[in-house]
């Protein structure tokens, strides 16, 4: 599973922004059942100030010490999970995105685990949850929400699963993973159909 997404993410070229904005580094955490895949989420404590209550990637912002933002990655995934940055097998980087607090933003995707301990802080994440890959290959959106960025319009989907809605800067990250790792072809720029 690995040499497949590596290969996959040595062919895709991901989209750099030339943005002086602070970074932030974030893991894409895929369980290794190759015949099941899922992702691991997390959805954001309620008593943040920023993105408080959204479903979001394990990750966050570089310190001044990390060695790189992958290491920012799997460091924060870390302190947000408690998933060991040992047992993530990092295949490569997709396309950075912006938040809409200015923050660029790097994806890593990893593989890890299937059974690899997961323990919540509760003083950044309230749950974390897991979405069969499948799921989101079946396009099932619950709705598309209209996003402008740098003059274009992104038509971004929004899933449910769960009980849990994952939009906004979580599924543009989600489609560019499902694309480039495994030909999924939705499109974001223009409406869906």
Not at 40 to 51: G, N, P
Not at 155 to 160: K, T
């Given at each position: 599973?690995?040499?497949?997404?590596?290969?996959?993410?040595?062919?895709?070229?991901?989209?750099?922004?030339?943005?002086?904005?602070?970074?932030?580094?974030?893991?894409?955490?895929?369980?290794?059942?190759?015949?099941?895949?899922?992702?691991?989420?997390?959805?954001?404590?309620?008593?943040?100030?920023?993105?408080?209550?959204?479903?979001?990637?394990?990750?966050g912002k570089r310190d001044l010490t990390?060695?790189?933002?992958?290491?920012?990655?799997?460091?924060?995934?870390?302190?947000?999970?408690?998933?060991?940055?040992?047992?993530?097998?990092?295949?490569?980087?997709?396309?950075?995105?912006?938040?809409?607090?200015?923050?660029?933003?790097?994806?890593?995707v990893g593989i890890v685990p299937e059974?690899?301990?997961?323990?919540?802080?509760?003083?950044?994440?309230?749950?974390?949850?897991?979405?069969?890959?499948?799921?989101?290959?079946?396009?099932?959106?619950?709705?598309?929400?209209?996003?402008?960025?740098?003059?274009?319009?992104?038509?971004?989907?929004?899933?449910?699963?769960?009980?849990?809605?994952?939009?906004?800067?979580?599924?543009?990250?989600?489609?560019?993973?499902?694309?480039?790792?495994?030909?999924?072809?939705?499109?974001?720029?223009?409406?869906?159909?």
């Amino acid at each position: 599973m690995l040499n497949h997404f590596k290969r996959r993410l040595d062919r895709y070229v991901p989209k750099l922004l030339t943005l002086d904005y602070p970074e932030a580094g974030v893991l894409v955490p895929v369980t290794d059942n190759a015949s099941n895949p899922e992702l691991i989420l997390t959805q954001r404590a309620a008593h943040l100030k920023t993105h408080r209550g959204q479903v979001a990637f394990p990750g966050g912002k570089r310190d001044l010490t990390d060695s790189s933002l992958e290491y920012t990655a799997l460091r924060e995934t870390h302190e947000e999970i408690g998933l060991l940055p040992s047992y993530v097998q990092v295949a490569g980087p997709l396309s950075q995105v912006v938040s809409r607090h200015r923050i660029l933003v790097t994806p890593f995707v990893g593989i890890v685990p299937e059974h690899a301990p997961l323990e919540p802080n509760f003083g950044e994440i309230d749950s974390i949850f897991r979405t069969p890959v499948s799921f989101f290959m079946e396009d099932r959106r619950f709705r598309t929400d209209e996003i402008s960025f740098q003059g274009e319009t992104l038509y971004v989907p929004c899933y449910e699963w769960e009980g849990y809605h994952i939009w906004g800067l979580s599924s543009v990250i989600l489609v560019d993973f499902l694309n480039a790792v495994y030909d999924a072809g939705i499109d974001i720029l223009e409406p869906q159909k």
